[in-house]
């Protein structure tokens, strides 16, 4: 049978009325058949290398790590997929310091992960220095598929050494993304100087208003920080063109958004324990809806096979290199002796130990516990392994102010244990004494004791958190800050640069 001109006309424009109606439904569907840009921020902050799940007090199994992050960030792209809602992957910075994998590999296993995962952009961080420029420009930038942002670092000739912004093309619905990255310009006291003494770290907020001078006002603008949550809300009022601030730095967990000016601000605490989620809908360049949230990494989520299987492969080379020798003592370092390193009387080893921190944190006292040394160091060569043995906890180097009277109650806390107890501290740059049973200082640092006086003190993360009954480092603490620089790391640096461990070394150690 043949059809007529006309209703073959008819058929053809029939066909066409309903793609052009699919089409708009389609658009309905997605949400943009009225330029309205859905949008899912995921974002992870300070990491510190914790790669793999951790236990920690309080939960019934393992939590945390790229595995599980990986787990739920593929959950939510497919979900985003479907609604038709476009999805970023930010880190805000630390990817370096906290855990072995970062002494071993220094970035290199956390960038390889990263790019696994598909991030799109990072932000530097203070402690990503922690092992050089040329470490952060060679063994993580260079191998990084994703942007390292920060429009505030340059070199003292005036280079800007990171990409300064990074830009996000969305052609459905059309709209441009601005992506400013900023840096602590506090880095190079967070930091060991020599390791940035060539770099300048300019002022946060002149820099991003500098900077978003050229923005378009339907430009939606995301600032990307490591400047920790007070900074982030100072920004936020000095730069109102900023619409999301993404943070990290000060390690707060933000389980809901906080808005300051225009800026919807998140950060997702630390230690790879939260996904952050962010899910805005915004009009010409500005959010006009939002919702956010923490997705706890709890012992539910089970992790992702792919990420798993490349930390095994890093970790087999890492458990070789443990056997490497870093150094040599002719003295037995003491730590494993109980009744020594849990006394109340000092080690050679726990002085040592306790030295570092104290040179690391510009303190004028260590004080940690006994219980965190777990071995000697044997006369002869030192692998890094017996390091790891030797200080086996992911502690961290944690500096506060304490006023003389509370030192002077830590110290009587510590002597009331009974020896072999954990608490038992070990120190450094303290004199003190006992008369009557009741502690008596007689010099912190340089200066003489007085009760009211307030003195930089050096500890661990577990004690700073009232571990051993400690809680008047939690407590009493002022201007606490956690600079996530492994114990151990220390440490093994110590002795590598002294390479030989002498008496006179050890007698040379001042205070």
């Given at each position: 049978m043949k059809f007529a001109p006309f209703h073959g006309i008819r058929l053809l424009i029939a066909i066409l009325i309903a793609l052009v109606v699919a089409s708009t439904l389609c658009y309905a569907d997605n949400g943009n058949s009225d330029g309205l840009l859905k949008l899912t921020i995921l974002h992870m902050n300070d990491p510190h290398a914790h790669y793999v799940p951790y236990s920690k007090e309080g939960s019934s199994g393992l939590i945390g790590g790229f595995g599980k992050a990986r787990t739920v960030i593929s959950e939510v792209q497919a979900q985003n997929r479907e609604l038709g809602r476009h999805t970023l992957i930010f880190l805000a910075g630390d990817l370096l310091m906290g855990t072995p994998f970062s002494t071993a590999f220094k970035g290199q296993l956390g960038v390889t992960l990263m790019n696994e995962m598909q991030f799109d952009a990072m932000v530097i961080g203070n402690h990503d220095f922690d092992y050089g420029t040329d470490n952060l420009m060679t063994n993580v930038k260079s191998n990084a598929k994703f942007p390292l942002i920060s429009a505030n670092i340059k070199t003292r000739s005036g280079d800007y050494i990171f990409q300064r912004t990074l830009i996000k093309n969305i052609s459905n619905?059309?709209?441009?993304?601005?992506?400013?990255?900023?840096?602590?310009?506090?880095?190079?006291?967070?930091?060991?100087?020599?390791?940035?003494?060539?770099?300048?770290?300019?002022?946060s907020v002149r820099t991003a208003q500098e900077v978003l001078l050229g923005a378009d006002e339907r430009d939606l603008v995301i600032a990307l920080t490591h400047l920790g949550v007070q900074e982030d809300k100072r920004l936020a009022q000095a730069c109102p063109r900023i619409d999301i601030i993404i943070g990290g730095h000060s390690h707060t967990p933000l389980f809901k958004p906080v808005k300051v000016n225009n800026a919807v601000i998140c950060q997702a605490g630390a230690y790879a324990q939260y996904i952050g989620k962010l899910d805005v809908e915004v009009q010409d360049g500005r959010v006009v809806k939002y919702s956010g949230e923490l997705i706890s990494l709890g012992p539910e989520i089970n992790e992702d096979l792919q990420i798993a299987s490349i930390i095994d492969q890093f970790k087999s080379t890492m458990d070789s290199s443990l056997n490497s020798v870093i150094g040599d003592t002719q003295v037995l370092l003491e730590g494993?002796?109980?009744?020594?390193?849990?006394?109340?009387?000092?080690?050679?080893?726990?002085?040592?130990?306790?030295?570092?921190?104290?040179?690391?944190?510009?303190?004028?006292?260590?004080?940690?516990?006994?219980?965190?040394?777990?071995?000697?160091?044997?006369?002869?060569?030192?692998?890094?392994?017996?390091?790891?043995?030797?200080?086996?906890?992911?502690?961290?180097?944690?500096?506060?102010?304490?006023?003389?009277?509370?030192?002077?109650?830590?110290?009587?806390?510590?002597?009331?244990?009974?020896?072999?107890?954990?608490?038992k501290l070990q120190s450094f740059g303290i004199e003190y004494g006992f008369e009557d049973g009741k502690v008596k200082i007689t010099r912190i640092g340089e200066r003489g004791f007085e009760p009211e006086k307030a003195y930089s003190v050096a500890t661990n993360n577990f004690l700073a958190a009232g571990g051993d009954g400690y809680i008047?480092?939690?407590?009493?603490?002022?201007?606490?800050?956690?600079?996530?620089?492994?114990?151990?790391?220390?440490?093994?640096?110590?002795?590598?640069?002294?390479?030989?461990?002498t008496q006179s070394v050890l007698d040379s150690i001042e205070r």
């Open positions: 619905p059309k709209s441009r993304i601005v992506v400013l990255g900023l840096t602590t310009p506090d880095t190079p006291v967070t930091t060991f100087p020599d390791n940035v003494k060539d770099l300048v770290f300019e002022d494993g002796l109980r009744s020594a390193v849990r006394s109340g009387r000092g080690t050679n080893l726990g002085r040592l130990i306790a030295y570092n921190m104290a040179v690391s944190a510009r303190s004028e006292v260590t004080l940690i516990n006994g219980g965190a040394i777990r071995a000697s160091l044997q006369k002869g060569n030192i692998t890094l392994g017996e390091v790891y043995t030797v200080l086996p906890f992911p502690d961290t180097v944690v500096k506060m102010d304490l006023s003389g009277a509370d030192i002077a109650e830590v110290l009587q806390r510590s002597a009331g244990l009974p020896d072999g107890s954990g608490g008047v480092f939690k407590e009493k603490g002022r201007n606490i800050y956690d600079s996530s620089i492994l114990v151990s790391d220390l440490l093994v640096n110590y002795i590598k640069e002294k390479k030989d461990i």
